[in-house]
């Protein structure tokens, strides 16, 4: 069957985000108010077959941006030093099991391991974290990406679309 138009405009958005054409399925899980994709959920595999650990990839430009700045200052490790750490482990549990849940029962080869952004434990991408967090995780680095994001009024705002995407 044939992508609609709209599907065909998603697969165009997408991949101008990236910059490439996408590496695996996905599906995109938020949007800004003017129908830009924010926030991509990846399939666990790659077309090739080899493991995609990245299941909530954030691609807003904006948001990026934003986020690589305060990564830049110092930001994973703030992060990490004060988020609960029970919640943080629960968030990458709670991440690789959806993930791994996706995975057909008859796949062999390599899986994805990990959770948020392909790490055990710790921080490791405020990306991921806040990706996460806006499809809906309960993710403790991710409300925390949030909370300094609103202090500087560089939020993701569905209602009012408060990122653009310049």
């Known amino acids: 069957m044939a992508a609609s138009a709209d599907e065909v405009l998603d697969q165009e958005r997408v991949a101008e985000l ?3 054409a996408p590496q695996c399925d996905y599906e995109i899980v938020v949007r800004r108010a003017d129908g830009w994709p924010v926030v991509l959920r990846n399939e666990p595999l790659l ?3 080899r493991p995609m650990p990245t299941r909530y990839w954030l691609v807003d ?4 941006r934003e986020i690589g700045r305060l990564e830049s200052t110092g930001a994973v490790d703030r992060a990490e030093a004060e988020v609960d750490r029970a919640a943080l482990d629960a968030a990458h549990r709670a991440y690789a099991a959806e993930r791994d849940a996706a995975i057909e029962d008859h796949h062999q080869g390599p899986v994805p391991s990990g959770g948020v952004g ?4 710790g921080v490791k991408c405020l990306h991921a974290h806040y990706a996460y967090f806006l499809a809906g995780g309960d993710d403790p680095v991710g409300r925390w990406v949030d909370e300094r994001l609103r ?5 993701f705002d569905p209602a009012v679309a408060a990122v653009s995407n310049p």
């Open 61 to 64: 430009r904006a948001l990026n």
């Open 47 to 49: 077309h090739s077959g």
């Open 118 to 121: 392909g790490t055990r434990i």
């Open 151 to 155: 202090l500087i009024g560089r939020h």
């Open 18 to 20: 990236l910059g490439r």
